[in-house]
């Protein structure tokens, strides 16, 4: 099982980023997918997640400015960013529970996407 995130680049504050997280491999069920961003010399901090019938959470700081979707049929969630600033710059995680098989479920994480924001 891979967990890919891409999407991420440099962008003026005010602007929009769209991330996408896919996930490939054997899998049988994924469950709820998240987003998570770590900016250098803090900790890793909750962006929001998304259950598979389309519940969704976000966190304090981008409420109101960012969305969070999902495609289960590609088994892909997405990050719509939008009038991002400077403090949203960081390295982005997506998180997802998936399962192979009918008996366990265990958490996978993408490798990262940077977002920088920036003028």
């Known amino acids: 099982v891979q967990l890919q995130a891409s999407g991420g680049g440099s962008v003026q504050p005010g602007g929009s980023l769209r991330l996408s997280c896919a996930a490939s491999g054997s899998i049988s069920y994924v469950g709820t997918m998240a987003w998570y961003r770590q900016a250098p010399g803090q900790e890793r901090e909750f962006v929001g997640d998304i259950t598979a019938g389309g519940r969704i959470r976000y966190g304090d700081p981008v409420k109101g400015r960012f969305t969070i979707s999902r495609n289960n049929a590609k088994n892909t969630m997405y990050l719509e960013m939008d009038v991002l600033k400077p403090e949203d710059t960081a390295v982005y995680y997506c998180?997802?529970?998936?399962?192979?098989?009918?008996?366990?479920?265990?958490?996978?994480w993408g490798q990262g996407t940077q977002v920088t924001v920036s003028s």
């Open positions: 998180k997802a529970r998936i399962s192979r098989d009918i008996w366990s479920a265990s958490d996978y």
